[in-house]
Structure formats: C-alpha cells, structure tokens
C-alpha cells in the first residue's frame, strides 16, 4: 500500500464513531522504516483560513483496521492532539 492510498481513507475513531480527517502524513522509524504513527490534521481555525490549531499523532499500534475506503483506529483523542 502506499502513501497515497492512505490518503485517500477517512480515519473513524471506534471509541466515540467521530470521524477524524484524513492521512496527510506518516511518522518513520529512520532506523527500522516502520511506520511509527499517522498524522491527521485536525480541524481548521477560523472559517479554515488559519491553518489547524493541532494535528492528530495516531500510533500504529492504536490501529484497530484498514479497509478498502476507512481506517479504524481506538484512541482517546485528548493523548493523540499535537499542538502546532
């Protein structure tokens, strides 16, 4: 699979069924070239024209599934927001 198809997924959080975004990027191990975690950015600021106040960092291991159109994933959203 590549970066694009991952792209093309909506991200579903099963904990709450809330609907994240979708992938704009993927955290690499530089040592090992695994994945480390899925990055989402999260919603836009004001009326969208000032960027996102924070990113979702999903690990990989938070992964629950990935389908042929949405990726599963159970987190708790307050340990996944990275502020910018």
Same mark, same amino acid.
């Given at each position: 699979?590549? $970066?694009? =198809? !991952?792209?093309?997924? @909506?991200? #579903?959080?099963? *904990?709450? /069924?809330? *609907? $994240? %975004?979708?992938?704009? =990027?993927?955290? $690499?191990?530089?040592?090992? %070239?695994?994945? *480390?975690? !899925? #990055?989402?950015? %999260?919603? *836009?600021?004001?009326? /969208?024209?000032? /960027?996102?106040?924070? @990113?979702?960092?999903?690990?990989?291991?938070?992964?629950?599934?990935? /389908?042929?159109?949405?990726? $599963?994933v159970e987190i708790q959203e307050n340990n996944v927001k990275n502020? !910018?």
């Amino acid at each position: 699979m590549r $970066l694009c =198809d !991952l792209q093309k997924k @909506e991200v #579903i959080n099963i *904990c709450d /069924g809330k *609907c $994240l %975004g979708n992938v704009i =990027d993927i955290d $690499l191990d530089e040592n090992t %070239g695994c994945i *480390c975690a !899925l #990055i989402i950015p %999260g919603p *836009c600021k004001i009326f /969208g024209m000032f /960027g996102h106040e924070f @990113e979702y960092c999903i690990p990989w291991k938070c992964i629950v599934r990935i /389908g042929s159109d949405i990726i $599963l994933v159970e987190i708790q959203e307050n340990n996944v927001k990275n502020k !910018l």
